[in-house]
């Protein structure tokens, strides 16, 4: 199991100080380390105030001072968990809920963003997308994990459903067992758009560092059940299969998981 942190702060606002503090201090550490910073947005709660997406919600301090003016914008690297087979200007896209809320404020080369391919079937934009990481690896633009051979990603941020499901790996849904691919696809998510494509879990547990950020009270029950005593009982959620090959950090609300052990808190 990867070693894991738990940060509890009391509102989803002081989540996104302290996730940006977080973000910052990775970027300048991945960067001295290796010359880039990868990141991988998913949808949920982090985009932004008016839509759902994990990763602009929860980021949006870092278009504010000091980190937009501080961080190495032109070494971060953005790629995606999941997103709707749609195109990039429809308001369901990932990619659109990024840009808007996070992307366009600041300096990220274009070039940098790696959005999915338009216009495909989501097979093909699965494996489209499949092979562009596998070209980058190749290339040495990202790491490899040298336990799995899989692209090993600096930093993912990751959301929770309320059933539980990360991604687009749902718990009914066979490619949440998926082992050789990197990228899957899904024809019927439970909630619209229903076609998508998704990291596996075998691609996201190279990653160097998983932050899961979970907040609201609509995650409290999949989380107690995900991060409670009973954890490895019967049959697992998706977000208990979460274990990267570096470091788990959970951020959460007390709305999700109100304090019951002092010791927790960070």
């Not at 985009?47 to 759902?52: N, S």
């Not at 691609?203 to 160097?208: G, P, R, T």
Request: charged share 25%; proline share 8%.
């Amino acid at each position: 199991m990867a070693p894991t942190k738990v940060v509890r702060k009391s509102t989803e606002e002081e989540v996104a100080v302290v996730l940006a503090d977080y973000i910052s201090q990775r970027s300048t550490k991945y960067i001295a380390d290796h010359g880039s910073f990868s990141v991988v947005l998913s949808g949920g709660t982090l985009i932004d105030t008016l839509r759902h997406f994990v990763s602009v919600t929860a980021l949006r301090k870092l278009v504010e001072p000091p980190y937009v003016t501080s961080i190495d914008w032109s070494k971060w690297l953005i790629f995606f968990l999941d997103e709707r087979v749609v195109s990039h200007d429809d308001p369901d896209s990932n990619y659109k809920l990024a840009y808007d809320g996070f992307l366009s404020k600041v300096p990220i080369p274009e070039s940098n963003i790696y959005a999915i391919k338009e216009g495909l079937s989501p097979e093909e934009a699965a494996e489209e997308y499949e092979q562009r990481l596998k070209d980058l690896v190749a290339n040495k633009k990202l790491r490899a994990s040298p336990i799995t051979g899989f692209a090993k990603f600096d930093l993912m941020l990751v959301g929770m459903g309320p059933e539980g499901h990360v991604a687009s790996l749902f718990c009914w849904h066979f490619q949440r067992f998926e082992k050789e691919k990197w990228v899957t696809f899904v024809m019927d998510s439970p909630k619209p758009p229903s076609k998508r494509i998704t990291f596996t879990f075998p691609l996201i547990n190279s990653a160097s560092e998983i932050a899961m950020v979970v907040t609201g009270e609509e995650v409290g029950d999949a989380l107690k059940l995900t991060m409670g005593p009973h954890a490895s009982y019967g049959y697992p959620l998706p977000a208990q299969k979460v274990s990267p090959e570096g470091e788990l950090t959970w951020f959460l609300d007390n709305a999700a998981d109100p304090p019951r052990n002092p010791c927790c808190i960070l």
